[in-house]
């Protein structure tokens, strides 16, 4: 009984239907206050829906939710945020036209913002960023103008700026480095000591393990066990997940290196980066990688045809290249997969199939029509090397979870055999299994002779996948590190401006 009264959440035989796909069947979730409760379970497993049936967002087929204690039966948003539980959905946006301060702190219903002190408002907001993430941005600054992980820092302050006594974060941390996720853990225990219950949803089972004390594994639509991290190692966790050992997670690969796919010399950009040059060869997969603001980011948007360099040259395949845009990118046998998928990588409203087959539909046409034969094998196939959780090819985009989302855009680019795969954080939001999954497809692509530039923030999966990395500092590439000679805490070193690395500072 005493335990009954300790619970912050409690969702109870919860089952939902969307026609004829189960998400959820009967599943419960229990989190008590003043503690970190984790959700983990493979892309499709049925965690997002059970939180926003939580928010008031979906009305569940069958089950009961109690909240601090007292069965809610008026589902709304409005009803259950009253009820002091905050959202950090997986897939809603900010308003871009928005200021911070507006971000943080307006609601959405009209009239609310017609008393508010804009000035007092865009200062608070300043203050909450700088001493939960010290992030330090100019007031007036617009969502827009943000990088995604900057947006999700303001999504996260604005639930934390709300007097939570539940706070519910759906994969906070996919888009954000490793400092920022200290800091977001680092609020996340203070408010634990407060009382406050967490809900936390993660791919990353290594922040699963650092930071909660409960742990509910979700498989197909229903929880199927509730433990400690403490107790119950990560790997059974995982095995829990997907019911099966998952094997060697950083598949071997071994590949002849051949001619130089890119080079890339004294490039430069004003205020982002400065004279960086690297070559990538046939059969090499080559990681970069490089801290929020260190130019990481605006280098590879160059190369996708996104920015433009202000001096320097990049060649594929010993032609010099200045892309005008992405599109120009992709004619010249250039593959890339955007970090924000969701802007630049899929068509929500259009099938898997026609998501997979768009970029590279010449290789399925004959005299202009496509042959859906080929076409569909082609799909199918994917789905299959990716585990793409999906009714069949048809099923529009916007109904699969957001994991399987991701898996469809990077299939849509590993799709058309290029020379060259541009790779911006390409496993976000992706379960383990499926992870390996496309580990295993690069190095397939690798082996076929692409070259490939892996950018990512993962610094465990850049050690166990790259042949080499490279270390974006402040700008300049300051580390070239060979696979084999780096771990993650010295990559972490470098990017975060230690030059007494023993990895040869590069050229
Ligand atoms: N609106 C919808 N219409 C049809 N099917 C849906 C809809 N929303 C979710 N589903 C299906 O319900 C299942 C559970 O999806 P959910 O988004 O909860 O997964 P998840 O565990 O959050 O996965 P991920 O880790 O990829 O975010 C998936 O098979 C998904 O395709
Ligand atoms: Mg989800």
Redesign the pocket.
């Known amino acids: 009984m005493t335990q009954q009264s300790n619970l912050a959440i409690n969702m109870h035989g919860i089952s939902k239907s969307?026609?004829p796909?189960k998400?959820l069947v009967d599943a419960n979730l229990q989190v008590e206050r003043g503690s970190i409760h984790g959700l983990v379970?493979q892309?499709?497993?049925?965690?997002?829906?059970i939180i926003k049936a939580l928010a008031g967002m979906l009305k569940p087929d069958a089950g009961s939710i109690e909240i601090n204690g007292k069965t809610v039966t008026r589902l709304t948003p409005a009803n259950i945020e009253r009820l002091g539980v905050h959202f950090i959905h997986?897939d809603r946006l900010l308003v871009p036209t928005a200021t911070i301060g507006e971000a943080i702190f307006l609601r959405n219903e009209p009239g609310f913002g017609i008393f508010v002190n804009h000035r007092k408002m865009a200062r608070r907001a300043r203050e909450l960023l700088k001493q939960y993430f010290d992030l330090d941005l100019p007031a007036g600054t617009l969502i827009q103008d943000l990088t995604t992980a900057q947006q999700k820092i303001v999504q996260i302050t604005r639930a934390l700026a709300q007097n939570a006594s539940v706070l519910v974060l759906d994969?906070p941390t996919a888009a954000l480095v490793k400092r920022e996720v200290v800091s977001l853990f680092n609020v996340l225990r203070r408010l634990k000591q407060d009382g406050i219950a967490v809900i936390f949803i993660s791919?990353y089972m290594q922040e699963i393990e650092d930071i909660c004390d409960t742990v509910t594994v979700?498989r197909n639509?229903t929880d199927v066990g509730v433990v400690s991290p403490k107790t119950t190692s990560i790997d059974e966790i995982v095995r829990m997940m997907i019911n099966r050992d998952v094997g060697e997670m950083f598949p071997k690969r071994t590949v002849a290196v051949g001619e130089t796919v890119l080079n890339v010399s004294n490039l430069s950009r004003e205020g982002h980066f400065d004279d960086i040059s690297f070559d990538i060869k046939a059969g090499e997969v080559v990681g970069i990688t490089g801290l929020l603001g260190s130019g990481v980011k605006e280098l590879i948007h160059c190369l996708f045809g996104l920015a433009k360099p202000d001096s320097g040259a990049f060649t594929i395949d010993g032609t010099a290249t200045n892309f005008s845009s992405p599109v120009s990118a992709v004619s010249r046998n250039v593959a890339l997969v955007p970090e924000d998928r969701r802007a630049h990588g899929v068509a929500l409203s259009l099938s898997v199939r026609e998501n997979i087959s768009i970029a590279s539909l010449d290789r399925y046409s004959r005299n202009g029509f496509v042959t859906p034969g080929p076409e569909k094998s082609a799909v199918d196939g994917f789905i299959r090397e990716l585990s793409i959780?999906t009714p069949h090819r048809d099923a529009l985009v916007r109904?699969?979870?957001?994991?399987?989302q991701q898996k469809v855009a990077l299939a849509k680019w590993l799709s058309c055999q290029s020379k060259l795969y541009v790779l911006d954080e390409p496993t976000v939001?992706v379960?383990v299994g499926a992870k390996i999954e496309i580990y295993t497809l690069l190095n397939r692509l690798a082996a076929e002779g692409a070259a490939i530039l892996f950018m990512s923030s993962d610094l465990l999966e850049l050690v166990g996948i790259c042949d080499r990395v490279l270390v974006v500092y402040r700008g300049e590439l300051t580390h070239e590190f060979q696979a084999g000679d780096v771990d993650s805490d010295r990559l972490l070193a470098a990017a975060s401006g230690a030059r007494s690395q023993t990895g040869r500072a590069a050229a």
């Open positions: 969307f026609g796909i998400a379970g892309n499709g497993a049925g965690k997002s829906t997986q994969e791919h979700m639509g959780k109904t699969l979870s957001g994991g399987n939001a379960d």
